[in-house]
């Protein structure tokens, strides 16, 4: 059982550079969502999507952006990335807002 | 936007004591939930307490939900060296999960 995957788990980036982060997953969730991680600050909500095609801002969504265009998967883009964009992302999924499942993250660093 | 405050933020206690972690919340919410995270690893759900007056346990952790006052806890009893990780609580509003800060429970043999 996959449940949820991320890709990359590491990644070093220098100022400017952009990426993507792909999660996937396996329990057809309709919803899913991406979160950064840094201490002292628990998790916060960058973007979510409720369905496939459809995505909406969260707590802290500039700097990112995101795609949902199959159920299955929601990707993660930083267009051009800041060293405050250092963090663990992490991707979560679930049935409406039942259980949250959790990716085993990823760890951005930005020079 | 709804605000989640947990305390203590960090907790060292002796194997064989008890302690609570509270999670205190700002607007009414009709779940929340308590994960558990390790060094380095990712959250596992621990519980899910959906109305007001639940409570639940498993092994030493104990978990309520008071939604009047806005407060649930996390009760350890005689805590022992596996209960270490960082705890996290979680309420939903709307389609979100807002998570507290965090408690790192170090528990010393």
């Known amino acids: 059982n996959a449940g949820v995957t991320q890709t990359p788990k590491f990644r070093v980036l220098k100022t400017g550079q952009s990426m993507t982060l792909l999660c996937a997953q396996d329990?057809?969730?309709?919803?899913m969502y991406w979160y950064r991680q840094d201490p002292g600050m628990g998790l916060r909500l960058i973007h979510y999507?409720?369905?496939?095609?459809?995505?909406a801002k969260g707590e802290v969504p500039d700097g990112y952006n995101v795609s949902r265009l199959k159920k299955q998967n929601f990707l993660l883009g930083l267009e051009s990335a800041a060293p405050s964009q250092t963090s663990v992302y992490f991707c979560?999924?679930?049935?409406?807002?039942?259980?949250?499942?959790f990716g085993e993250g990823s760890r951005l660093t930005v020079l | 936007e709804l605000k989640v405050e947990q305390n203590p933020l960090f907790l060292s206690m002796q194997e064989g004591k008890n302690y609570t972690i509270y999670c205190n919340y700002s607007?009414?919410?009709?779940?929340l939930y308590w994960y558990r995270q390790d060094p380095g690893k990712s959250l596992e759900s621990l519980f899910v307490?959906?109305?007001?007056?639940a409570v639940k346990q498993e092994g030493r952790l104990m978990a309520s939900l008071d939604t009047k006052a806005r407060l649930s806890t996390l009760h350890i009893t005689a805590a022992v060296h596996d209960l270490s990780a960082t705890y996290f609580c979680?309420?939903?509003?709307?389609?979100?999960?807002?998570f507290g800060t965090g408690t790192s429970l170090t528990v010393i043999p």
């Open positions: 979560a999924s679930s049935y409406s807002t039942g259980e949250l499942f």
């Open positions: 329990m057809n969730h309709e919803y």
């Open positions: 999507s409720v369905g496939e095609g459809t995505t």
């Open positions: 607007t009414t919410s009709d779940r």
């Open positions: 307490l959906l109305s007001n007056g």
């Open positions: 979680a309420v939903v509003s709307g389609n979100q999960f807002y």
